[in-house]
T-cell receptor, first 115, second 115 residues
Framework: EAQVTQNPRYLITVTGKKLTVTCSQN?????MSWYRQDPGLGLRQIYY???????DKGDVPEGYKVSRKEKRNFPLILESPSPNQTSLYFC??????????????FGPGTRLTVT | AQSVSQHNHHVILSEAASLELGCNYS??????LFWYVQYPGQHLQLLLK??????LVKGIKGFEAEFIKSKFSFNLRKPSVQWSDTAEYFC?????????????FGSGTRLQVQP
């Protein structure tokens, strides 16, 4: 089954304790992206990756890091989480085979709470 | 940069009522347009999309949307809603020809259908 998976699905942590949220897709997609969803703000892009070893900032990158060492994986790293990073996070992927039409496939989400 | 406005934040309807959710975007160039749905506790799923051609597009579960270029609008419609349509609906835009491929989302409309 074609899918995007994220782990963990729920995480409660404390300020300053480094964490990683994993994202994996089995569709051989070149493009992957991270979004955060906050009430009243919709989804905002954090980072994206056009392909292996190619990453760039989205609209709200502060406080986050990413890496893309393999095509299928795109982990999101919070080196020193703060309460304002409490949010629902979504990973998404898409293929260039759709000729740049932008349709993205979303993971199930990770609800992060930073106390 | 593009932006998306969804004017209805919370809509309450009775079953069998007709639905229209507004979406307006601002961007000077050509866009791809999407409606995503998020059922309670689930990830985003694509309802329908517009890339080019016929401005009236049909999606899954009886939904349709009309792209009106002169009004920069892409409103979502359904003639008769069901209780199972209770969800949050997001309009999204992707600017064609940009390498970022980011989807810009509206803030979402929460639809509550009462039996």
């Amino acid at each position: 089954e074609a899918q995007v998976t994220q782990n963990p699905r729920y995480l409660i942590t404390v300020t300053g304790k480094k964490l990683t949220v994993t994202c994996s897709q089995n569709m051989n997609h070149e493009y992957m992206s991270w979004y955060r969803q906050d009430p009243g703000l919709g989804l905002r892009q954090i980072y994206y990756s056009m392909n292996v070893e190619v990453t760039d900032k989205g609209d709200v990158p502060e406080g986050y890091k990413v890496s893309r060492k393999e095509k299928r994986n795109f982990p999101l790293i919070l080196e020193s989480p703060s309460p304002n990073q409490t949010s629902l996070y979504f990973c998404a992927s898409s293929s260039y085979r759709d000729r740049g039409n932008g349709e993205q496939y979303f993971g199930p989400g990770t609800r992060l709470t930073v106390t | 940069a593009q932006s998306v406005s969804q004017h209805n934040h919370h809509v309450i309807l009775s079953e069998a009522a007709s639905l229209e959710l507004g979406c307006n975007y601002s961007y000077g160039g050509t866009v791809n347009l999407f409606w995503y749905v998020q059922y309670p506790g689930q990830h985003l799923q694509l309802l329908l999309k517009y890339f080019s051609g016929d401005p009236l597009v049909k999606g899954i579960k009886g939904f349709e949307a009309e792209f009106i270029k002169s009004k920069f609008s892409f409103n979502l419609r359904k003639p008769s809603v069901q209780w199972s349509d209770t969800a949050e609906y997001f309009c999204a835009v992707n600017a064609k020809g940009t390498g970022r491929r980011a989807l810009t989302f509206g803030s979402g409309t929460r639809l509550q259908v009462q039996p």
